[in-house]
């Protein structure tokens, strides 16, 4: 059975710094790709960042160079570091998995495998 379980969401200030987590079990982690989506109140389902095995990355424009994803093979765990956070990121946050994803990686319809979400709330 696939799970994923985020963890790490709060409040912050604008300018502050939060780190997601995303502890996942149930399926060989290391050949997925693995992404963090958010969704705000009234908004669709957006792609943040993804991670695909080799490690390579893809961000939404509106986080690049703010955000950092990064996954650990070995303890079977996905992050989101974000910096510089802004008012605009609130959002709940979900990590997300699948064993292969088409050119649309940051399209929430590419992954099958969900997280509940983690709520991240930025102030201003």
Not at 87 to 98: K, L, S, V
């Given at each position: 059975?696939?799970?994923l379980v985020e963890?790490g969401?709060?409040?912050?200030?604008?300018?502050?710094?939060l780190r997601?987590?995303?502890?996942?079990?149930g399926?060989?982690?290391?050949?997925?790709?693995?992404?963090?989506f958010?969704?705000?109140?009234g908004?669709?389902?957006?792609?943040?960042?993804i991670?695909?095995?080799?490690?390579?990355?893809t961000?939404a424009n509106?986080v690049?160079?703010?955000?950092?994803?990064?996954?650990?093979?070995?303890?079977?765990?996905?992050?989101?570091?974000?910096n510089s956070l802004?008012p605009e990121?609130?959002?709940m946050?979900?990590c997300?998995?699948?064993?292969d994803?088409g050119?649309?990686?940051l399209?929430?319809?590419?992954?099958?495998?969900?997280g509940?979400g983690t709520q991240v709330?930025?102030?201003?």
């Amino acid at each position: 059975q696939v799970q994923l379980v985020e963890s790490g969401g709060g409040s912050v200030q604008t300018g502050g710094s939060l780190r997601l987590s995303c502890a996942v079990s149930g399926y060989t982690y290391s050949r997925y790709f693995m992404g963090w989506f958010r969704q705000a109140p009234g908004k669709e389902r957006e792609g943040v960042a993804i991670i695909d095995h080799y490690g390579g990355t893809t961000y939404a424009n509106s986080v690049r160079g703010r955000f950092t994803i990064s996954r650990d093979n070995a303890k079977n765990t996905l992050y989101l570091q974000m910096n510089s956070l802004k008012p605009e990121d609130t959002a709940m946050y979900y990590c997300a998995a699948d064993p292969d994803v088409g050119y649309k990686r940051l399209s929430p319809d590419q992954y099958i495998y969900w997280g509940q979400g983690t709520q991240v709330t930025v102030s201003s």
